[in-house]
């Protein structure tokens, strides 16, 4: 680093890259370990690889700061729990380095009894840490498990090591770290009422000695990460940023440290922030563009700001001019040398090149940036703010036109969807009556016995169906014989659904990829990738829409298939769509009109669909709303807004229907008690959640809402490969019986089944239908 703040050119930072590799590369590697067909030396070399060309690749992009340690085999959450020490007893570890199988065990659980990897030993089965989502992101993080007696002791060099590796190819990096308190924060205590916070001055002593260690290795600068800056904090949080930082001012002097922040404004955390004795700050100015002014005038003269202003969480090309522009001034107040670009938070969270794109639209094309472009872009604004505009006039200006044609384009702009938007009234988000009223008539209409059972839409994707749409995807199975075979397959499970008993069927899902990618590919607005993969988990990706233009439904997605499925039974057959505010959140969405809008215009296109499968005869229709809580804002304050129209979406997708036509929702996640007030305005007929883990007690929130519709809790856990018996989902049942009404209970499992076997599910659902017949038998 210290070579490049000599030079005149302003330093571009990443923050970190895509570590999945072009390919998948990192997926390949570790599922060929977990499996046994490879060892831990294959997998390191791979690893290595990885590390070094995404090295090269952003030093060969005029990356300046390149990062180190943002690398992980599996999450760098879990990775600074290996390096604490934080190993939770039931993994077996009892001090020194922390082993791959333990880390491994600690990310995917252990199964009991088992010889595990190299030491072939017998440990005991031993659950998995939990995994949630970081952040806003779709990237999940193993979350700390501490309690009160919380030992730390440093167990893993994995950050110096690898700022020794970068070293040795030549690059002096930055390693990157989360930042003590935002670890802390993340975490979860197994003691109720222990806030993790507390842990700190335990924790720092580990800290220390790495960052120590870095110095020693001639590390001139760290980056640590404290997203928790984002956040709403408290007075102990606020504490512990003060105490942490200050340590590692006091005891390791000759290391800057980058303190970085992103995900949204400093807002009331600024002030705690510019009070840190730290070299530098991170700014994300994609998120929260107006806190530049006021962040530039309360700084520090000395301290380096880090603008983050190419969006890391976004797929879109920027408009570098006004940027330019915009910064221009800042430059020329505080310094060349007391500034650094970077995209607004690490590069972890887009695709990795735009250019192995090879199907794309070429006009979308023109309009995107994928990691290596967004370095590319930041190597153009340094210069530009470097050497002036002049400098690099070919490339703002083949950014503006870009700009302008996406501005501009007849693709993204459809008049008939402003048109039809600006016309939706209010009564096109209300049913027509209340729910008491609704309830009467489809109890009259559809005639279904107390209790009634259903499913929550898929059956398993057995790898027959995974190689049948394969061979159709890469043409080898034609068309034809594609829908043959889903008729055939979808003939079964609807056969099968009458034998046991299923009171409302549903068709399975076999014809669809993903519950998103599946309607995305049938709207007007929606593109896909073929290699835009971001992590999600470990070596989980997901290749997430994108969502470029206006969205309308040029034809009817689903009302083919659930006209031949109903054709097959006298059940009732569900519609089954996902939501609009699902599909939001679950693609890349275009960044030119606010997501309100984007959401409600998916709405529209879904409300078609609706109307369709009622004009059909379905006289039940799901919208799956998988992931309106996760669509949640950071901060408190700007819940209400987000919940208001995510509600509001789900109402105009789903109000066009008569009395009789009976709306599902199905959401998994499971805290319903800070957005039930949200749940309840959705004004959905029957809800189905994910209840069988907390024993009902997620009910609860329900009950405390008086939620007056009715409710299909989970008592089948899906994500597990256990069968549950009939006794034990009587149990659950009667658990929710002491909490709800029998006339609002309906049985389902707690999500769809395509993750599992035929094997698991058959048992499983006769046993389920029997619990019902058992209540029913007891009334
Ligand atoms: N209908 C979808 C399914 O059964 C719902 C999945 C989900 O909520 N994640 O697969
Ligand atoms: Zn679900």
Same mark, same amino acid.
């Not at 604490?84 to 380095?97: F, I, L, M, N, T």
């Not at 659950?127 to 990237?139: G, H, I, P, S, V």
């Given at each position: 680093m210290?070579?490049?703040?000599?030079?005149?050119?302003?330093?571009?930072?990443?923050?970190?890259?895509?570590?999945?590799?072009?390919?998948?590369?990192?997926?390949?590697?570790?599922?060929?370990?977990?499996?046994?067909?490879?060892?831990?030396?294959?997998?390191?070399?791979?690893?290595?690889?990885? $590390?070094?060309? @995404?090295?090269?690749?952003?030093?060969?992009?005029?990356?300046?700061?390149?990062?180190?340690?943002?690398?992980?085999?599996?999450?760098?959450?879990?990775?600074?729990? =290996?390096? =604490?020490?934080?190993?939770?007893?039931?993994?077996?570890?009892?001090?020194?380095?922390?082993?791959?199988?333990?880390?491994?065990?600690?990310?995917?659980?252990?199964?009991?009894?088992?010889?595990?990897?190299?030491?072939?030993?017998?440990?005991?089965?031993?659950?998995?840490?939990? +995994?949630?989502?970081?952040?806003?992101? @779709?990237?999940?993080?193993?979350?700390? &498990?501490?309690?009160?007696?919380? $030992?730390?002791?440093?167990?893993?060099?994995? #950050? #110096?090591?690898?700022?020794?590796? !970068?070293l040795a190819l030549g690059h002096k990096t930055r390693p990157v770290l989360v930042g003590p308190v935002t670890y802390l924060r993340l975490g979860k205590s197994a003691d109720a009422g222990f806030d993790p916070i507390a842990l700190i001055d335990d924790l720092l002593p580990v800290y220390v000695e790495v960052l120590k260690r870095l110095a020693a290795h001639g590390a001139d600068w760290a980056q640590l990460d404290e997203p928790c800056l984002a956040l709403d904090l408290d007075a102990a949080a606020r504490k512990a940023l003060a105490d942490a930082y200050a340590r590692f001012a006091r005891e390791v002097p000759s290391l800057k440290i980058m303190l970085a922040t992103y995900f949204g404004g400093l807002g009331d955390n600024l002030g705690t922030a510019l009070a840190l004795p730290v070299a530098g700050l991170h700014l994300d100015l994609v998120r929260a563009p107006t806190q530049l002014d006021l962040a530039v005038a309360r700084a520090p003269k000395d301290l380096t700001l880090s603008l983050g202003v190419i969006d890391g969480r976004n797929v879109w090309r920027a408009d570098l001019a006004p940027i330019v522009e915009r910064l221009a001034p800042v430059v020329a107040a505080r310094g060349a040398e007391r500034i650094e670009l970077a995209p607004s938070c690490s590069l972890l969270h887009t695709p990795v090149d735009l250019a192995s794109e090879d199907a794309l639209d070429p006009d979308v094309k023109r309009w995107l940036a994928f990691s290596v472009q967004k370095m590319e872009e930041l190597s153009i604004l340094a210069r530009a703010l470097s050497h002036g505009a002049d400098s690099v006039k070919p490339e703002l200006t083949s950014s503006s036109i870009a700009a302008r044609a996406r501005r501009e384009s007849p693709k993204i702009h459809d008049p008939e969807v402003a048109m039809r938007l600006a016309r939706v009234t209010p009564d096109m988000t209300r049913r027509r009556s209340a729910f008491a009223e609704r309830a009467v008539k489809q109890r009259k209409g559809l005639d279904l016995p107390a209790y009634p059972t259903t499913t929550i839409g898929s059956f398993p994707q057995t790898p027959e169906v995974r190689k049948a749409r394969a061979a159709n995807a890469n043409g080898a199975l034609p068309d034809a014989d594609y829908v043959d075979f889903l008729r055939k397959v979808t003939a079964s499970a609807i056969r099968w659904q009458e034998e046991i008993g299923l009171d409302v069927l549903a068709h399975g899902e076999f014809e669809r990829n993903d519950m998103v990618q599946y309607f995305g590919e049938q709207l007007a607005g929606f593109a896909f990738t073929r290699h835009g993969w971001v992590q999600s988990y470990g070596s989980r990706c997901v290749r997430p829409p994108i969502l470029y233009g206006d969205v309308s439904r040029p034809k009817p997605m689903t009302v083919e298939w659930w006209s031949y499925s109903q054709s097959l039974t006298s059940k009732p057959m569900k519609g089954m769509l996902t939501g609009p505010v699902t599909i939001l959140n679950w693609s890349f969405?275009?960044?030119?009109?606010? /997501?309100?809008?984007?959401?409600?215009?998916?709405?529209?296109?879904?409300?078609?669909?609706?109307?369709?499968? &009622?004009?059909?005869? !379905?006289?039940?229709?799901?919208?799956?709303?998988?992931?309106?809580?996760?669509?949640?804002?950071?901060?408190?304050?700007?819940?209400?807004?987000?919940?208001?129209? !995510?509600?509001?979406?789900? /109402?105009?997708?789903?109000?066009?229907?008569?009395?009789?036509?009976?709306?599902?929702?199905? +959401?998994?996640?499971?805290?319903?008690?800070?957005?039930?007030?949200?749940?309840?305005?959705?004004?959905?007929?029957?809800?189905?959640?994910?209840?069988?883990?907390?024993? +009902?007690?997620?009910?609860?929130?329900?009950?405390?809402?008086?939620?007056?519709?009715?409710?299909?809790?989970?008592?089948?856990?899906?994500?597990?490969?256990?069968?549950?018996?009939?006794?034990?989902?009587?149990? *659950? *049942?009667? $658990?929710? /019986?002491?909490?709800?009404?029998?006339?609002? *209970?309906?049985? @389902?499992?707690?999500?769809?089944?395509?993750?599992?076997?035929?094997? &698991?599910?058959?048992?499983?659902?006769? @046993? +389920? #239908?029997? !619990?019902? $017949? /058992? *209540?029913?038998?007891?009334?």
């Open positions: 210290s070579n490049s703040e000599k030079t005149d050119i302003i330093r571009v930072a990443t923050l970190g890259a895509p570590r999945i590799g072009p390919r998948r590369e990192l997926k390949t590697a570790l599922e060929s370990y977990w499996s046994g067909k490879s060892d831990a030396a294959t997998l390191e070399t791979a690893a290595a690889g990885l $590390r070094a060309a @995404n090295w090269a690749r952003q030093k060969a992009r005029g990356v300046a700061v390149i990062p180190s340690n943002d690398f992980s085999l599996y999450d760098h959450v879990l990775d600074v729990s =290996a390096m =604490a020490g934080v190993v939770p007893e039931r993994y077996g570890w009892s001090g020194g380095p922390v082993p791959l199988d333990a880390y491994f065990a600690m990310a995917r659980g252990r199964q009991g009894g088992e010889a595990h990897g190299a030491c072939g030993c017998g440990h005991a089965g031993a659950a998995a840490l939990e +995994m949630t989502k970081w952040f806003d992101t @779709n990237y999940h993080y193993m979350v700390p &498990e501490f309690s009160r007696a919380q $030992r730390f002791a440093l167990s893993s060099t994995k #950050v #110096v090591s690898e700022f020794c590796e !970068a969405v275009r960044d030119d009109i606010p /997501r309100a809008t984007a959401c409600r215009q998916i709405a529209l296109a879904i409300r078609d669909e609706v109307e369709d499968l &009622e004009a059909a005869g !379905a006289s039940v229709i799901q919208i799956d709303e998988a992931a309106l809580r996760e669509g949640l804002p950071l901060r408190r304050g700007e819940w209400k807004t987000y919940l208001d129209w !995510a509600v509001a979406s789900f /109402r105009l997708c789903s109000s066009g229907v008569e009395d009789a036509t009976q709306i599902h929702t199905h +959401m998994c996640y499971s805290e319903f008690n800070d957005i039930i007030a949200s749940i309840g305005a959705m004004d959905a007929d029957v809800i189905s959640i994910e209840t069988s883990r907390s024993r +009902m007690e997620l009910l609860d929130a329900f009950v405390g809402y008086r939620y007056p519709a009715e409710i299909g809790p989970g008592v089948y856990d899906i994500h597990s490969p256990r069968v549950p018996s009939v006794e034990e989902m009587v149990e *659950l *049942l009667e $658990r929710a /019986r002491e909490r709800i009404a029998p006339e609002q *209970l309906w049985v @389902n499992p707690d999500c769809g089944l395509k993750t599992r076997k035929w094997e &698991e599910v058959k048992p499983a659902l006769v @046993n +389920m #239908v029997a !619990a019902a $017949r /058992r *209540l029913r038998d007891r009334a």
